[in-house]
């Protein structure tokens, strides 16, 4: 199994930045994939941003140049740094990662708890 441990969200002022964490550990082989995803209250949870084995990207169109993933391989972390935060960010912010887990076959994906982000005007 693989535990996720997210930190980093709480209250900002718009045009505020945040940098949330999130921390893999288990029995862990290789991890796929990390990113972030977001729920606003009524809404869908939606893709934020994730990166992917070997270093690859891929951004939501609401956050790009505002918002930057990264990884840590060695920590199994991944960090969301996220600048110029508008009212519309304020969500649920979760986690997510695919790995290859010691002994099991097949990818495993898992959520973290969530982390509140919430951007005031």
């Known amino acids: 199994q693989v535990q996720l441990v997210e930190s980093g969200g709480g209250l900002v002022q718009v045009g505020g930045s945040l940098r949330l964490s999130c921390a893999a550990s288990?029995?862990?082989?290789?991890?796929?994939?990390m990113g972030w995803y977001r729920q606003a209250p009524g809404k869908q949870r939606e893709l934020v941003a994730a990166i992917i084995i070997g270093g690859r990207t891929n951004y939501s169109d609401s956050v790009k140049g505002r918002f930057t993933i990264s990884r840590d391989n060695a920590k199994n972390t991944v960090y969301l740094q996220m600048n110029s935060l508008k009212p519309e960010d304020t969500a649920v912010y979760y986690c997510?990662?695919?790995?290859?887990?010691?002994?099991?076959?097949?990818?495993?994906?898992?959520w973290g708890q969530g982390t509140q982000v919430t951007v005031s005007s």
């Open positions: 288990g029995s862990i082989a290789s991890i796929i994939a």
């Open positions: 997510n990662t695919e790995a290859v887990l010691v002994g099991l076959p097949g990818r495993h994906v898992y």
